[in-house]
């Protein structure tokens, strides 16, 4: 594949974390997501649909993929039937929900990009068959706690990161903390409308300690 080098591209992200921690390592880094670049960034950051940008066409050195994880989440399994109850028999939309979800997860593995890594929660079994039915290796994805990869006190945190990566080496610990003053502001986020957002949200100092693991490989 002919790839233009140090070109990326970072899926579903707004907050502008990841594309500015490659950026700053030398990368012309681009961000995709339904809304705007919270940072403000126009020239750098698309706003619509990320489908939509991959279709046409480019390919970028690096891919990273945030797609929503609501419906091949392992914490909302319960949901997949009616009630959350398995005797009430399944919830139908939600079922179709699941099989877009994966739909747009297979669309993300596929980018066109030597080096992709796929950021989601933990799933749920139906969730990795789909997956497995459209060819995506889910069964080799690894997990990685957000505090081990924190180098700042306000982003330690307890909130685990599912990683499925292709042209990658695995992430690894960067050793500032050790887990046990992690704090749960992710499971105790507020609700309201931004909840999801804010608990998806990758933390400025983890965006830095990845892109100083995966700029140079």
């Known amino acids: 594949m002919l ?107 596929a980018v066109n990009a030597d080096r992709v890594a796929i950021e989601n929660s933990e799933m749920h079994p139906y969730a990795k068959e789909a997956l497995r039915q459209r060819g995506v290796p889910i069964d080799d994805a690894y997990m990685i706690q957000t505090w081990e990869l924190a180098t700042d006190e306000a982003d330690n945190v307890q909130k685990k990161l599912h990683w499925l990566t292709r042209g990658l080496p695995k992430l690894q610990p960067v050793g500032v903390f050790d887990g046990s003053t992690a704090r749960p502001e992710c499971h105790h986020e507020s609700p309201g409308p931004n909840r999801s957002k804010n608990r998806a949200r990758t933390r400025p100092s983890v965006a830095a300690s990845i892109a100083a693991q995966w700029a140079q490989q």
């Open 3 to 109: 790839v233009d080098p140090n070109i990326g591209l970072v899926g579903c992200e707004c907050s502008g974390a990841m594309r500015q921690a490659f950026t700053a390592r030398g990368f012309r880094m681009y961000s995709c997501d339904l809304d705007p670049a919270e940072d403000g960034e126009t020239l750098m950051h698309h706003t619509g649909d990320l489908l939509h940008y991959l279709a046409r066409g480019q390919s970028f050195d690096i891919a990273i993929m945030h797609p929503e994880c609501r419906y091949l989440a392992h914490s909302g399994v319960r949901w997949l039937y009616k009630d959350g109850r398995k005797e009430n028999g399944k919830d139908q939309d939600r079922w179709d929900n699941m099989e877009r979800a994966a739909d747009f997860y297979a669309a993300c593995w």
